[in-house]
């Protein structure tokens, strides 16, 4: 997985999350507002409608992709006979810029996923979902398991029943803080739970202290909540001023250690700043 996408995975504030069994939803997604799409195969989608969801997507999939729109699938755990299923089956036809797998156990089953999308025609990503409470000590391991993982993706409804706690955002602070801090050991995503309730003080509330712990975006299950996602993900103008300065100091250095305003520059910030201009040319761009 080169940088340049991982780069533009972190750049994607909000991602809709819709079931791959609703054909109908797929086309307007990129109208809808989100910066990315993931296409679900797993939890919203009955075990009765598990192979048409996966010929659905596929379809779609297979359409030239968007500019500017990252087109993820989440898949059926690897465990399981239709997350094999849904994992040959993108050895054959590619698609996504990433998938997403359930209930990620550890890095060995990151290298699994990997080994089979090695035979894939395009550089699909791999976006574990920490919903395990056994993987959320792990999560830096995760991180760190392949070259194809570019994002770490919270299960929150998940991990709250696993670790019988309420799910709100306060009792899966610890979860978020180590996915969070997994993340930046390799530049990766870090993705928030959509937010399950319908009221947008809730949502704004929510994604805010996410956004401020250090998380890069939130799913949604609803394309009304997108636009406050967006909004509230999205770095402010004195933000994009010092990253451009940034990254002038960088291209000044000429290979150099860059330095502004007297200081070195270091390698985190550089990552923090191309990632918020990637933001702000996505919004002049649109």
């Not at 910066?35 to 359409?63: C, H, N, W, Y």
């Not at 080994?115 to 395990?132: F, H, Q, T, V």
């Not at 993987?135 to 993706?153: K, T």
């Not at 960088?250 to 150099?256: D, L, P, T």
């Amino acid at each position: 997985m080169n940088a340049a996408f991982r780069t533009r995975l972190r750049a994607c504030r909000s991602f809709h999350l819709t079931p791959g069994s609703r054909p109908e939803t797929l086309p307007a997604a990129r109208a809808a507002g989100g910066d990315g799409i993931m296409i679900d195969l797993e939890s919203t989608v009955a075990p009765a409608d598990k192979a048409r969801a996966r010929d659905t997507a596929l379809a779609f999939l297979r359409q030239p992709p968007q500019p500017d729109f990252v087109r993820i699938l989440r898949i059926n755990s690897p465990r399981t006979v239709e997350g094999l299923h849904d994992l040959l089956a993108l050895r054959e036809a590619g698609g996504p810029d990433a998938v997403v797998f359930p209930k990620c156990e550890g890095a060995g089953e990151v290298g699994v996923v990997a080994d089979i999308l090695d035979g894939a025609r395009s550089m699909i990503g791999i976006i574990p979902m920490i919903e395990l409470a056994r993987a959320v000590f792990v999560a830096h391991h995760i991180a760190q398991a392949h070259e194809r993982v570019c994002g770490l993706f919270l299960g929150g409804g998940d991990l709250a029943a696993d670790l019988g706690a309420e799910g709100s955002w306060e009792n899966l602070l610890f979860a978020r803080s180590r996915i969070v801090a997994a993340a930046a050991t390799t530049g990766i995503a870090a993705i928030d739970v959509p937010y399950f309730k319908s009221d947008e003080a809730g949502l704004r509330q929510e994604a805010t202290a996410s956004r401020k712990l250090g998380m890069t975006a939130k799913a949604a299950l609803h394309a009304e909540q997108l636009a406050a996602i967006n909004a509230i993900f999205t770095p402010s103008s004195d933000a994009v001023t010092h990253a451009h300065l940034v990254m002038t100091a960088i291209a000044a250095a000429n290979g150099s250690v860059p330095v502004l305003n007297g200081h070195a520059v270091e390698p985190a910030t550089v990552r923090e700043a191309e990632r918020v201009v990637a933001i702000a040319d996505r919004q002049h761009n649109h």
